[in-house]
Every structure is written in C-alpha cells, then in structure tokens.
C-alpha cells in the first residue's frame, strides 16, 4: 500500500500563538511545515530555529508562489486575513485563518461568498476542541443532566492590570497588539466562549449586551455582560473582564450548566457532575496545547478526504454574526 505524500503546510505569521500552531502540526501525523512567512525578520528565524522550518519569507505571497504548498495556516494579524485568504483561494491553496475571521461581519460574508467551494477554507476556532468542552459535551449527549434550563459563564482576569513598574499588564506584554483594538475583548478573546457555548447548547442568540471600558490602556472595551439564549429555551449568561484586581493575569473559564436533573460544573480545571461521577481534571497549558492539536488533526483529515471541518469559514460566520449582535444591542463603538 501507497503512503500518502506528506500535507505540506505554509505558516504565514510568527507572532505569539504560532508556537502553539506549530507544535500542533509537529504533532500531526503526515503533515509537515515546509516554510513560514513573516515581515518579521527576528520573529520568523526565532520559529525555523525552534521547529526546524526549511524555509523563510518575509511575504506570504511570496511564500505561497515559491513553495506552493498543499494548505496556508494563517496566523497574521486580523486585518491581513482577507487579502492572504484571496491569495491562497487564486493559488488553489487550502486555508485555515485564525480567528476572528475579518473585523466585521460584513467583511467576512464578503470573502466567504468570495471563496466559495474553491478551496477548503476554515476558521481556526480552538476553544470547542479544548479537552473539558469535549468532555463536557459528550456528558450531555449521554443525557446526564437531562434538557440544559440555565447556564452561566464567566471569565475574570487580571490582564489589564499592571504588575511591573514601567511595563505593560500581562495581556498587552502577551499580545501588544490588542491595545489598539477598537473592538477588544468580545472580538477578541470573548469571541471564544461564544463559539464554546454554540458548540455546547447546539445554537445561541445574544438577546441583551452591555460593554465596557475600565482601563485606559486599551481603546476598546475590556469587559462585557451577555445575556444569551438557546435555540430549546435556556438562558445564560457570559461576563468578562480583563480589569479584575486580584484576578490571575490569565483566569481559566467557569462555567455551570443547570440541566433538569442535574448540573455541570466546570471551574479550576475541574469538571464534575452533581449525578456523583467521577470528576475530570487538567492541566492548563496541556489542555491548551490538546485544542491546537485536535484543530490540525480535523483539518489534515479533511483535506485528505475525511468528515468536514467543523468550523469551516461559512459556519464560522454564525459566530462571528453573534459578536456582532453583541456590539449592535450594547451600542459599541459609540459616543461615550
């Protein structure tokens, strides 16, 4: 029997989640990272010394025209998503892109209707792959809670708040980039929980918002009160806050989900249910680096025929609709 030849993957960005990206594919049978592009001289030979990356660019088309590899894993700051998405789509280069997509809903309809059926093109949507939120939907699949009634979702961090006389807080010195986001944590991180909760209750609707900003070193907002809806009727709720005195810089989600016969509870990393079985508990980084893993393994087997990605980028668009909602209903950005 035929081995099939190895899927040959372009990075485009060397920022901070590429590691994450590529030790994913390192871990990805018959995949391999033929070359990285970044404007980043420093950033992008950093990568080809740590994973071994045979070769570099500055210029993802550049990349993409040389090497021409079989998919592009896009990690480049949002608003260069579009234009490498049209160019891996003329170049018949199959595509993941980072979340969020686009920075408007509008935008990204306009490239997924586009793109169209051209290439394989899906979103890079990690947080439904994290291990508990597998673990936490199998439980209700299995019906251990019975009709989920009620839910509540919170994620409260210290990351705005600063720690070290004269440096940024620990969420710009991580990701400098979000200072200047006009639309901050819902885009960016909240975005996450949305897309988690969507996977979890099989549909959402944000049916109120409020959004905030507490700090002034960002321009966006850093926190934001959701209240949300099911499409079989429960109601929930998502808070957020970057602004927690207190708080670790990087808090964990907590999340309760009160069903009719019983509730789930997923707080600390620990995961258990009030039916008396055995807990499930993790560790964060692994966890963390478990969702990339399982991002890239559904994406190589769909690319070699197998069952569809689940957030393609015209599925992806769902999620992406209900940040919208969010800024829409809370009246952001406005006149404050």
Partial sequence: ???PAPL???MIGAGMISSYHLVAWQR?????VVAIADPS???AGGRVGEFGIPAVFADAVAMMDAVRPDAVDIAAPMEFHAGICRAAADRGIAIMCQKPLCPT???????????????????????????PYRAIRRWLDAGRIGRVRAFTMDVMTGGLIPDLPGQPPPALRRQPFMAGMPRFTVLEGGIHQIDALRFLLDGLAVVGARVARLSDLVVGEDTA?????????????????????????RSSDT???VGERGTITFRDWVLSCSDGGATETWEREAAYQASFDAVMAQFAGWLRGGAPFETTAAENLATL???????????????R
């Fill in 1 to 3: 029997m035929t081995t």
């Fill in 8 to 10: 040959r993957i372009g």
């Fill in 28 to 32: 990805c049978p018959g995949a391999e």
């Fill in 41 to 43: 001289d420093a950033a």
């Fill in 105 to 131: 809903l509008d935008e990204a309809r306009a490239l997924v209707a586009e793109i169209g059926d051209r290439v394989p093109f899906a979103v890079h949507e990690n947080w439904r792959f994290r291990p």
């Fill in 225 to 249: 009160m959701l209240l949300l809806e099911s499409p079989a009727g429960a109601i929930g709720t998502l808070s957020t806050s970057l602004t927690v005195p207190g708080a670790a810089p």
């Fill in 255 to 257: 999340l309760t989900l």
């Fill in 321 to 335: 609709a209900l940040v919208d909602d969010v800024y829409r209903l809370a009246g952001w950005p406005g006149d």
